[in-house]
T-cell receptor
Framework: DAGVIQSPRHEVTEMGQEVTLRCKPI?????LFWYRQTMMRGLELLIY????????DSGMPEDRFSAKMPNASFSTLKIQPSEPRDSAVYFC?????????????FGAGTRLSVL | AQSVTQPDIHITVSEGASLELRCNYS??????LFWYVQSPGQGLQLLLK??????LVQGIKGFEAEFKRSQSSFNLRKPSVHWSDAAEYFC???????????FGKGTTLSVSS
């Protein structure tokens, strides 16, 4: 398997623009997670889905952030409008039950810079 | 509150020396514990995990970790560090149900020659 695939790897945009981050989870995994990594706050959960349904979105900072999972093989995280404080690395992870255990596998991340 | 503490922000170890990275957790349920490693510009790679059973777990790249329930700790060790081990290491705790992980702030490991 190719692992969790995120695109783009890098995104530079101007304040006020819409940004869409994409994630393809590992085939067969039924849970998908979006995390954000910053120097100040470390790795934090934004939202996670189970069987394409959002389960916990308590980490989504505000209404400017939205996430969707239209099917088992694709998810998006959208920021509209973007602000400089959204600059961070955004990771997608997926997990599925294997051997009675859930293990999260991470994508390479999207480094977002909002100018 | 549920949390993970990695007390050491940055550690420098000589190549060939032993390594121990500390991790303490606070978790209301049975903890499932993980160590991940992140190289610059890369995603997180799972080093090892503890779910149950033997409290000393072996991982990839020669790493091991010991779960000590009485101390709420899950320290990572390696007997002899290689220059390629320089990276950032994250301890995380989760639940059996496969919910989101709670991460520590990470420890950056530098290896000197």
């Amino acid at each position: 398997d190719a692992g969790v695939i995120q695109s783009p790897r890098h995104e530079v945009t101007e304040m006020g623009q819409e940004v869409t981050l994409r994630c393809k989870p590992i085939s067969g995994h039924n849970s998908l997670f979006w995390y954000r990594q910053t120097m100040m706050r470390g790795l934090e959960l934004l939202i996670y889905f189970n069987n394409n349904v959002p389960i916990d979105d308590s980490g989504m900072p505000e209404d400017r952030f939205s996430a969707k999972m239209p099917n088992a093989s694709f998810s998006t995280l959208k920021i509209q409008p973007s602000e400089p404080r959204d600059s961070a690395v955004y990771f997608c992870a997926s997990s599925g039950l294997a051997g009675g255990q859930f293990i999260q596998y991470f994508g390479a991340g999207t480094r977002l810079s909002v100018l | 509150a549920q949390s993970v503490t990695q007390p050491d922000i940055h550690i420098t170890v000589s190549e060939g020396a032993s390594l121990e990275l500390r991790c303490n957790y606070s978790y209301g349920a049975t903890p499932y514990l993980f160590w991940y490693v992140q190289s610059p510009g890369q995603g997180l790679q799972l080093l090892l995990k503890y779910f149950s059973g033997d409290t000393l777990v072996q991982g990839i790249k020669g790493f091991e970790a010991e779960f000590k329930r009485s101390q709420s700790s899950f320290n990572l060790r390696k007997p002899s560090v290689h220059w390629s081990d320089a990276a950032e290491y994250f301890c995380a705790v989760g639940s059996q149900a496969g919910t989101a992980l709670i991460f520590g702030k990470g420890t950056t490991l530098s290896v000197s020659s």
